[in-house]
């Protein structure tokens, strides 16, 4: 089945600065890629998505980009604030019917003012 | 409609107790999933519901599990003989026909002591 690979575990930078969070999959079948970010507490929030007919997007701060053949993608976020600190999870629906979402082990990322 | 709500929020039980638990879906949403998430870790897929069918189960779902969605608008997830193990936080998400964008709920803690 699917397996989602996420790196850093946890990710500190100042704020202002950038944070970038990578992802690697498995299944080539895979075809639509959500970040999450998830306060403590609280339910996952869908921050931004992309489908695998798509290399990049982008949502003011956030971006996320997508590299098929590589398997691997990357949630980009610019201008770090002290509320983006948080867990943020990627993940990747599986193959099947059921278009269920494997999740990567999650990022904590700390922003320091 | 605000989004998917989950009943309780919070469920401590003595271990060998049963225990239900709530969803209910974004309203026009025919797809319902339900994860369990323990701390620090991503969400585990548990099972898939389209419209009332039950048409996904992981292997995490020991016999001690059933879920039901009898109309294909709410679900609910019993944990009968409830065991230490079984403390984490419910998650229940939908979305439409699996065209991305599932929201999840707020979900449901439960302890087992």
Same mark, same amino acid.
């Given at each position: 089945?699917?397996?989602?690979?996420?790196?850093?575990?946890?990710?500190?930078?100042?704020?202002?600065?950038?944070?970038?969070?990578?992802?690697?999959?498995? +299944?080539? =079948?895979?075809?639509?890629? /959500?970040?999450? *970010? !998830?306060?403590?507490?609280?339910?996952?929030?869908?921050?931004?998505?992309?489908?695998?007919?798509?290399?990049?997007?982008? +949502?003011?701060?956030?971006?996320?980009?997508?590299?098929?053949?590589?398997?691997?993608?990357?949630?980009?976020?610019?201008?770090?604030? /002290?509320?983006?600190? =948080?867990?943020?999870?990627?993940?990747?629906?599986?193959?099947?019917?059921?278009? *269920?979402?494997?999740?990567? !082990?999650?990022?904590?990322?700390?922003?320091?003012? | +409609?605000?989004?998917?709500?989950?009943? /309780?929020?919070?469920?401590?039980? *003595?271990?060998?107790?049963?225990?239900?638990?709530?969803?209910?879906?974004?309203?026009?949403?025919? #797809?319902?999933?339900?994860?369990?998430?323990?701390?620090? !870790?991503? /969400?585990?897929?548990?099972?898939?519901?389209?419209?009332?069918?039950?048409?996904? *189960?992981?292997?995490?779902?020991?016999?001690?599990?059933? %879920?039901?969605?009898?109309?294909?608008?709410?679900?609910?997830?019993?944990? !009968?003989?409830?065991?230490?193990?079984?403390? %984490?936080?419910?998650?229940?998400?939908?979305?439409?026909?699996?065209?991305?964008?599932?929201?999840?709920?707020?979900?449901? #803690?439960?302890?087992?002591?």
């Amino acid at each position: 089945g699917e397996n989602v690979e996420q790196h850093p575990s946890t990710l500190s930078v100042q704020e202002g600065d950038s944070a970038v969070i990578k992802c690697t999959y498995s +299944d080539s =079948a895979s075809n639509y890629f /959500p970040w999450y *970010k !998830q306060e403590l507490g609280k339910r996952p929030q869908l921050i931004i998505d992309i489908r695998s007919n798509v290399g990049e997007k982008k +949502d003011q701060r956030i971006a996320v980009t997508l590299n098929k053949t590589a398997k691997h993608f990357s949630l980009h976020i610019t201008e770090t604030q /002290p509320e983006d600190s =948080a867990v943020y999870f990627c993940a990747a629906t599986s193959r099947g019917g059921a278009q *269920k979402l494997v999740f990567g !082990q999650g990022t904590r990322l700390t922003i320091n003012p | +409609d605000t989004g998917v709500s989950q009943d /309780p929020r919070h469920k401590i039980t *003595k271990r060998g107790q049963n225990v239900t638990f709530r969803c209910d879906p974004i309203s026009e949403h025919n #797809r319902l999933y339900w994860y369990r998430q323990t701390l620090g !870790q991503g /969400p585990e897929f548990l099972t898939y519901f389209q419209n009332e069918a039950q048409l996904e *189960k992981s292997r995490l779902l020991s016999d001690r599990f059933s %879920a039901e969605r009898p109309k294909g608008s709410f679900s609910t997830l019993e944990i !009968q003989r409830t065991e230490q193990g079984d403390s %984490a936080m419910y998650l229940c998400a939908s979305t439409l026909d699996g065209r991305g964008g599932y929201t999840f709920g707020s979900g449901t #803690r439960l302890t087992v002591v």
